[in-house]
């Protein structure tokens, strides 16, 4: 038997014994998943176990080095770790910014002292993390940000407002983009990295026309940054946040389709009966062309993208795509639903995963950005 | 008949839009739903609209009503959907009037003064599955001394758990999804047996699911023939379709303008976005659309009126069209305005949730797109 | 009995007795109908008695002004004669780009001199015309436009080269937008009329993709116009033009409307069967909505531009959705057909109508142009 | 196996792109098109495919084939569509080769050999009526000796007037629009009684309408079981799906590649009409279709050389996408061009024509998404 092959029945093995049986139903909510963190909550017993058993092992970020907390396998054995977890349904253990967004920024641009300070702390979920992007004034203009970091010579001065940070009231930490050199636009931004409980840092969640608030206005008033909390060079935080939302757009565009039916005719059938009115069944035919040719899409991206043959803005068109997709999907089931579907009901009715769903192409780059993207790096027009 | 406003209709207009806007603005709908107010809209202006003679402009003149048409409810009603102005007008002083309309002479007297005086509201409890499907008609009535007896279950009921007067389709004979054997009643508020379970629905507004356990009527309660209810029915239908298709004109055509605002101020890239061409294609395309979708509307308003035997096929081009023109336009609302036109505290939000509704009242687009296949035979 | 009743009834009576039955059968193809001209054909006698007892009492023109040769009908006779040939089916008895677009021109801009020279060759048919506008530099950029006037005193010497002149092949004079002053923009265009026979003047049709070639490319080399021959004053050609272009478009916006099966639907089924494939007939049936709606439209539109109550911009409106909802027409024309549409065919085949049906949304002007025009004029959106 | 070609896949490439670009560009096309060629392609071409090892890509080893798979088909297809080269590849080397693969040792010593030289041109002879419509077979093959006689017609024969094999659905059994009782034959060129008309299409190709008059065939022209042909014309026909959803990805590739080309070229008020937003979203908007429907399609390759049972699903949803995203190629390439996009001297409009011929064969977009939901059970 092969390496690959000896590795991948020991991981099936450890899963079948290790994976409680309720972690490898479907995740009901955002509620019904472990974020981590000072004041994180375990929602079952189950779902302790099955995290602790992952973290123990570094599976919670299995292809980080063992150094900073990772399981330190190979990408090959990432990936059989991930075909087998997808095998028997196993939930991700922990849901975190740190591993999808953070940790991978600090592995390529951070010191060697930051690795080892914050990786850890993301591997075992003991920090939550936001993000700390958008402002009020510059939303997918980010060169325009007005946050203002002072050099203070032992720390910076950290004055000014982000909006859309996602979970700012239950975060610990932030990475947070600043303004480090009003002279300059995108040269001028700095990476930042503090503790949300720091004196000056205050946050009020938004309330969003699905009637949840995952996103918070977050004020920072006079906030002590200490010098040494900067990820990459002054002024070279532009690079990192491009890097970063590379991630954001490849999470997102994968998000809506890595799991459920992979015919939306199929599930609304089987949930609902037959479809009565034709015109609406071939809207849904239609549908379900173009998404199970995205979900090929996703798999040719992926496989591209760890071979290293995808085109770098290759995610723009991911996250356009996926997006308007998931909207157009969302619309079909409320038409499905019909009266059902319009009651307004708990927070896991379709009718907030559909107003939810309208953010889909706004949050981490709107689609007229991913389009202008595509237009300039893949198509070289004049201009974009 | 030329197709824009008369004199009259636009002096209507410039009365009805003032009217909403003082009364009934968009934080009117939000004062109420945060209140978690139970009625879902305010007895009091619907008075008003019996005041100012809104809530009778189809009441025969006789009845103390305007005796105008469908062309000036709609009128009322793109004001309505513009303000977002929560009020039994569509289902009562569009849909009942008409359905009344074609009662005995007896319950119009009934039912059609206090109508008019804005006094009465009225609720229309035709749907009993999940998607609008008139000839989907199970709920029994049979026949039981001087009149009927009426078993069964009717949901999506807008008003219904406040209503004063229930128009109810109910079957009388025949089998479930046939046109033949429906017969229509007017049936009271309070009558024993009859319960409602009213349901919040995504956009603040209230429908009742509604039960009938031996619910009793006399014969005076049929609303026309019995059995032959059908066309009755659909005539009903229609005017709340037209009707409808008017208010989600408002809705677009808010949705609408306040976006284009947002694109004359709103700046990004330090250039106002209103500058960038892709944004503005979209938003010119969009008006061609709501431009189309207005002509139908007031076209099948216009063959209503005139009891043209094409009102039927209009009416459906006129509700999928407006539907799907006024969806185009709050999905573009809320993707132009970006993040914060996904926050509560903004509006367009909420006009994107009443599009959902009146989307799906009286059947969607897909609905009415397969009923003008089949009146053209195909 | 009222007097428009009157005329009614009278007119409908005309009619009857002087269009004869074959002038009652729709058009079979662009060669089945009257241009005029020089060398004007009648394709049957039957055209040509229709063609001579409407030119007889000015209806070619019915509601231009008797001294120039027109029917001198009031706006309410000209809709009923109008509405009372649509009722018997009468065909329009001469097509001409002189009736639709320079009379009108000439009615608003010409002197009372240019207007007995040209107007009733015009209604008679004696004179073809043929427009000079587009040039192989300037497409949709009419401000661009090269083709030189030079002013010699007692004439204009005209040198340069036009594209997409609609039959300028068969025309006779044409109309066409020349360069007096090429230090300005549109301020310097003027607007002249000449003898395509002139020497100097070569043409050579264009083969399109449909395989017919109604278009022509048009050489100037040396023409000398007389000075007369200019409407409107030198350099305000531009006002002349805008005013012709938006009579092209409601023109085109009217044409792919104005007749035909008020339904795709039951046109192909009647036609082809009954429609064996749902989801084909879904797309039908939506794009019967949005024709039956357009058809409102149209109808609304001419109603309030009749009564000046149209914004000056909305032919942009019914020219963009009209030629888009025709492209889409005839599409859904040869899925439907299949393999049938598929044959090369003759000139009347659908497959030459489907391939015809891509020039609408570029002739005219582009949808891109019609675009913009509705978001600058209409929707005051800043910078369009 | 990863979605993406493997290195000797992009070999291949690297080969028939130039060989095709070099043998039969555009011109290439034009010229037969021009002379109004009888066969409507270069047999000298043809025995090149032969010469390359084209021809043979799916035919065994042993057979003088490449023994590749429908990967690489798909390979050399995509570049027959970016060139418009005219050949009989897709309906001989990929959907014939597939039919014959299931037919006895004999019939594929037979024929199989001849293809892989470019010797053999083959023609699959299945729809009857207008629209593709596989179950819908009437031609009849009635036994007769030791064989059958077929009676009845085809049409959309592909090549047919100059094929040397047809593969021909006939039915044997059960009625019109059943699966069952389908049987696949071999005819050869020349059979008594059948008769070929010639048709040009919109894309200048020519297809047959061929006609069967007593056409007498001897039991070993059979091809797999009688009366259970169903499975393997539906391998065939889905061969020839993915293989028309390749070929468009060509057309509609070159289709998009022409129009950048000219996007950052043409200039318009003094600007390149590239730097224009509207356009650059729009193309923006394209590639994404395009890039999606090479995914579609590779997936769907790749099912049918492992063999897998989705492998009927994807290649449903290959041709639906592919056709789609193909179709908005060439509509907006000529759009973009402008009126010189509609003139025949620039090549973009035949992009268009041979979209709509490869859109129609084999089903289009309307029968492949029907045919997801039926196999998806909705």
Known sequence: MADEEIFRAETRAWLEANCPPAMREPVTGLDDVYWGGRNGRFSSPEQQAWFEAMAARGWTVPDWPKDYGGGGLSPSETKILREEMAALGCRSPLHSFGIWMLGPALLKFGTEEQKRRYLPDIAQGRIRWCQGYSEPGAGSDLAGLQTRAEDKGDHWLVNGQKIWTSYADKADWIFCLVRTDPAQKQGGISFLLFDMASPGVSTRPILLISGSSPFCETFFDDVKVPKEQIVGAVNQGWTVAKYLLGHEREMISAMGFGSGDPSLGRDLAERLGAFANPVLRAEVALHDVDMLAFRAMSEKFLDEFKAGLAHPAQPSMMKYAGTELNKRRLELEMAAGGTDALVWGDDNAVSRHWLRSKANSIEGGTSEIQLGIIAKHILNLPGA | ?378
């Not at chain 2, 934080?27 to 609209?49: C, E, I, P, T, V």
């Not at chain 2, 024993?192 to 009527?217: C, K, N, Q, W, Y």
């Open chain 2, 1 to 378: 008949m030329a197709l824009f406003l008369t004199e009259e209709q636009v002096m209507l207009k410039d009365m009805a839009g003032p009217f909403l806007a003082d009364q009934a603005p968009v934080k009117h709908l939000r004062q109420l739903r945060d209140a978690n107010d139970a009625a879902g809209f305010s007895r009091d202006l619907w008075r008003r609209f019996g005041e100012m003679g809104l809530a009778g402009v189809l009441v025969p003149e006789a009845q103390g009503g305007g005796g105008l048409g469908h062309v000036e409810a709609g009128i009322v009603l793109e004001e309505i959907g513009r303000n977002l102005s929560p009020s039994p007008f569509l289902s009562t002083a569009v849909a009942a009037v008409t359905a009344i309309g074609g009662a005995d002479a007896e319950l119009r007297a009934r039912w059609l003064p206090g109508i008019a005086t804005g006094e009465t509201v009225a609720a229309i409890a035709v749907d009993e599955g999940r998607r609008h499907d008139p000839a989907n008609v199970a709920l029994a009535a049979e026949r039981s001394g001087n009149g009927f007896r009426l078993n069964g279950a009717k949901r999506f009921v807008v008003h219904g758990h406040v209503a004063d007067l229930l128009i109810v389709a109910a079957r009388t004979s025949s089998d479930v999804g046939e046109m033949r054997g429906i017969t229509l009643f007017a049936v009271e508020k309070g009558a024993a047996g009859l319960t409602a379970d009213p349901v919040r629905m995504v956009d603040s507004s209230i429908a009742a699911e509604m039960l009938f356990e031996d619910v009793e009527v006399d014969a005076g309660a049929v609303i026309g023939t019995v059995d032959d209810g059908w066309s009755l029915l659909t005539r009903t239908l229609d005017a709340g379709r037209v009707g409808a298709a008017a208010e989600m004109l408002g809705v677009g055509g808010a949705a609408m303008a306040m976006t284009m605002d947002y694109l004359r101020q709103r700046k990004q890239f330090g250039r106002l976005i209103g500058e960038f061409q892709a944004l503005q294609h979209r938003a010119a395309h969009l008006y061609s659309e709501l431009e189309i979708a207005r002509a139908a509307t007031l076209k099948a308003a216009q063959l209503m009126d005139a009891d043209d035997p094409k009102a039927e096929l209009m009416a459906a081009v006129a509700k999928a069209k407006a539907g799907k023109a006024a969806m185009l336009a709050v999905q573009e609302g809320v993707q132009m305005h970006g993040g914060i036109g996904m926050t509560d505290e903004y509006d367009i939000g909420l006009y994107m949730k009443r599009h959902r509704l009146l989307d799906e009242l009286f059947g969607d687009t897909a609905f009415h797109a397969e009923r003008v296949a089949r009146l053209n035979n195909y």
